[in-house]
């Protein structure tokens, strides 16, 4: 009786709570989250296509379908979309990248690789953002401008960090690791132009053969050799496994 007691109490306490607490809670859903991921996007698309200063709150809550006082409750206004944009675009790839440094466990191409990989990935799952917000560098206010200009420095500078450490370690061959860094980038960065969404190859595989194509051409002539003995080698074993199948099939 003393537990029941006690659950009827926290319902009655719970339905006294006030509403907008009870309304707190339920915006932790996914269908808010769902919505606001809509908003960026559209919003993205209406910066790009009309321009930052054109676009008001009012046009992109109309566009979306939203009541003039709805979008607020998702953003307070239109810098904070376009921080949202940076943050998502710039911030957390540097971050993610500054976590990836700090661990030495793997060659500097390892960590090269899954940068690369990342990278398109990350592109090419968030549509045009990526590509609108670039042509949006313009037109960013002074005040985000600094945070996005960090950003990617920050991600460049890792590149370069990764290729100087690989000539260091003898796995790459000497280049000069900024113009590497610059031409690594630019590779990832194309392929959200061309990508279409349900093709022949997923974002995945794609990553993967950028980081290919990358790393082909900064390993040094004793790595490349080195590699394509491991290839021969698992060539041979499996014409020894087809041919140990063949005679066991007789």
Not at 22 to 33: D, F, L
Not at 138 to 157: F, M, V
Request: hydrophobic letters at 40%.
């Amino acid at each position: 009786m003393a537990n029941r007691g006690a659950r009827d109490g926290e319902r009655d306490a719970d339905r006294d709570k006030p509403r907008a607490q009870k309304a707190e809670r339920r915006e932790t859903n996914p269908r808010k989250e769902l919505v606001r991921e809509q908003l960026l996007d559209i919003a993205a698309r209406m910066f790009d296509e009309k321009g930052y200063d054109r676009c008001s709150m009012a046009a992109i809550a109309s566009e979306v379908g939203l009541g003039r006082s709805a979008i607020y409750h998702y953003f307070g206004s239109k810098d904070e979309i376009l921080a949202a944009l940076i943050d998502t675009e710039a911030f957390e790839p540097s971050k993610r990248l500054r976590d990836l440094a700090s661990d030495r466990t793997h060659s500097a191409g390892e960590r090269l690789r899954v940068a690369i990989v990342d990278g398109v990935v990350r592109r090419l799952s968030s549509g045009a953002r990526f590509v609108r917000l670039a042509r949006l560098e313009a037109q960013i206010p002074d005040h985000l401008l600094a945070d996005y200009n960090t950003s990617r420095r920050a991600i460049y500078d890792y590149y370069v960090d990764c290729i100087e450490q690989g000539i260091a370690a003898g796995e790459f061959r000497e280049v000069d690791a900024h113009i590497a860094a610059f031409a690594v980038i630019g590779m990832a960065n194309w392929t959200s132009r061309w990508y279409q969404p349900g093709g022949r190859l997923s974002a995945e595989e794609i990553g993967e053969a950028m980081a290919d194509l990358a790393l082909a051409g900064l390993l040094s002539n004793d790595q490349n050799k080195r590699r394509l003995e491991e290839a021969r080698s698992r060539m041979r074993a499996l014409s020894d496994d087809v041919a140990a199948l063949t005679q066991l099939l007789g």
